[in-house]
């Protein structure tokens, strides 16, 4: 049984599917990949599906959870990947590992449509730098290239 991650945050709705799509296309088939909010916002931010459409990622399909809906699978390790959903975060049974990496929220930016999308791009690109790392890790840690 393949370990299983889950990535938080409040309202997954941006970060945590960002981290979640990149986790899984780095990652491969290594572990089972979710995300999910204390605060579901009920959708998927529309900006956080363009940018990772243009690095060839599609998370067109993910939706926006509640993390109770986890409670009761076997999670191996906790990311937040912002403040608010680390100081929610249940513990989770079976659960061996916790991280914390936060991220700005891009769904906040304000400006043009073209500044709006340059911030989203900044925090995937941020988030596409920690979850790529951690994904090698993951490799290395099995004796994996990568």
Same mark, same amino acid.
């Not at 941006?14 to 986790?23: N, Q, Y």
């Not at 363009?50 to 409670?71: A, P, R």
């Not at 390790?77 to 989770?92: H, S």
């Given at each position: 049984?393949?370990?299983?991650?889950?990535?938080?945050?409040?309202?997954?709705?941006?970060?945590?599917?960002?981290?979640?799509?990149?986790?899984?296309?780095?990652?491969?088939?290594?572990?089972?990949?979710?995300?999910?909010?204390?605060?579901?916002?009920?959708?998927?931010?529309?900006?956080?599906?363009?940018?990772?459409?243009?690095?060839?990622?599609?998370?067109?399909?993910?939706?926006?959870?509640?993390?109770?809906?986890?409670?009761?699978?076997?999670?191996?390790?906790?990311?937040?990947?912002?403040?608010?959903?680390?100081?929610?975060?249940?513990?989770?049974?079976?659960?061996?590992?916790?991280?914390?990496?936060?991220? !700005?929220?891009?769904?906040?930016?304000? /400006?043009?449509?073209?500044?709006? &999308? $340059? %911030?989203? @791009?900044?925090?995937? !690109?941020?988030?596409?730098?920690?979850? /790529?790392?951690?994904?090698?890790? &993951? $490799? %290395?840690? @099995?004796?994996?290239?990568?």
């Amino acid at each position: 049984m393949k370990p299983s991650v889950l990535i938080l945050c409040t309202g997954n709705s941006c970060r945590s599917h960002l981290a979640e799509g990149i986790l899984r296309a780095a990652a491969g088939d290594l572990v089972e990949v979710h995300s999910a909010g204390s605060k579901p916002a009920g959708y998927v931010h529309p900006k956080a599906i363009v940018v990772m459409q243009e690095i060839g990622l599609d998370i067109s399909s993910h939706t926006s959870k509640h993390m109770n809906e986890f409670l009761d699978r076997r999670i191996t390790t906790v990311i937040t990947v912002c403040g608010n959903a680390d100081q929610a975060c249940p513990m989770f049974p079976g659960q061996v590992n916790r991280h914390h990496w936060g991220f !700005d929220d891009p769904a906040h930016a304000t /400006g043009t449509e073209e500044q709006i &999308l $340059r %911030e989203f @791009r900044r925090v995937r !690109d941020e988030i596409k730098k920690v979850f /790529g790392a951690y994904a090698a890790g &993951l $490799r %290395e840690g @099995r004796g994996l290239e990568g």
